[in-house]
């Protein structure tokens, strides 16, 4: 079995995968988890500070979520064709360090990435590691909009 | 409806309890985070999870749709930058109910947008157990009072 920093070498930016926010969708997670008006009424966003329609935040880390896993499964795929097996990975502790650097607008496709910061030994569990992850996403202007740093649990 | 100057550092403000239901958690699971601990009962029971767990966005986002229902909804929020911190410490289960609070950690006019402020929040999410499943900071950005004719 690989480890992720086998597979990955820190510091190397991985680009996962692609997601377009419609005003639809947005407008569905919103209802859902976050009605504020500039994430549901695109008449109320227009006085807001936002100025347009846009997703809710956690709409935009959920959907990094989606793309890292589309991704992981192609990976394991690949790797799989290639005789190796991909490192299992365990639920994450959290996450440091969100940033929402500028507005998701309707219509806008979220290029995202991860970039493996740091991989640990964890000493009292035999086989497990705790990498740092840094989790990035775009639109299609080339402007970051989301940025975090997160956890994430490997077992041998 | 609260303003800026509402949000005085101390002031706490309590969730109403919410439930996980499986089929809310497997739904957004299956568009979030597909993941088998987060869409298999058994699979779950099986992990070091201990039943159906809800994907950490999941809870994060009923966090958030709790802070909306508490304060938020009735405020002059005009959106987060972001979340300091999030610490999923226990898995959600379905059939948890969840509670919790935000608390003022700190408020401050914005440097640059003289209609703004910016409110520091921690926030604690338990379960019906009393454990804390979630804790987080983030900031809020809130018009102050007569902040239009300021700005």
Known sequence: MMTLEELYQTGRKVVTG????????????????DPQ???????????????????????????????FLRFWKEEARRLAAEGLHAPKLG?????????????????????????????????SRPGWRINTILCEGENQHGEPVIRFESKVIEFA | MLYFEDFIQGRRFDYSPVRMRTDEMIAF??????????????????????GLAASGWHTSAVGMRMMIEAFLGDSSSQGSPGVDFMEWKKPVLAGDILS????????????????IGLVKFRNEIENQSGETVAASECSVMFRRRNGEARS
């Not at chain 1, 692609?18 to 988890?33: G, K, Q, V, W, Y």
């Not at chain 2, 919790?100 to 209609?115: D, I, M, N, Q, W």
């Open chain 2, 100 to 115: 919790g609070f935000s608390l003022v950690l700190e408020a401050r006019p914005s440097k640059t947008k003289p209609a």
């Open chain 1, 18 to 33: 692609s997601l377009t926010f419609t005003a639809e969708d947005i407008i569905r997670f919103a209802r859902n988890f």
């Open chain 2, 29 to 50: 699971a299956s568009e979030f985070d597909p993941q088998p601990m987060h869409l298999d009962e058994e699979v779950g029971r099986s992990s070091i999870l201990g």
């Open chain 1, 37 to 67: 008006p500039f994430h549901v009424d695109e008449e109320q966003a227009r006085h807001s500070l936002f100025g347009r329609l846009c997703a809710s935040g956690w709409h935009t880390s959920a959907g990094w979520m989606q793309c």
């Open chain 1, 91 to 123: 639920p994450s502790p959290g996450f440091k360090e969100l940033r929402w650097l500028k507005p998701v607008y309707a219509g806008d496709t979220i290029t995202y990435a991860v970039t493996l910061l740091e991989a640990r030994i964890v000493a």
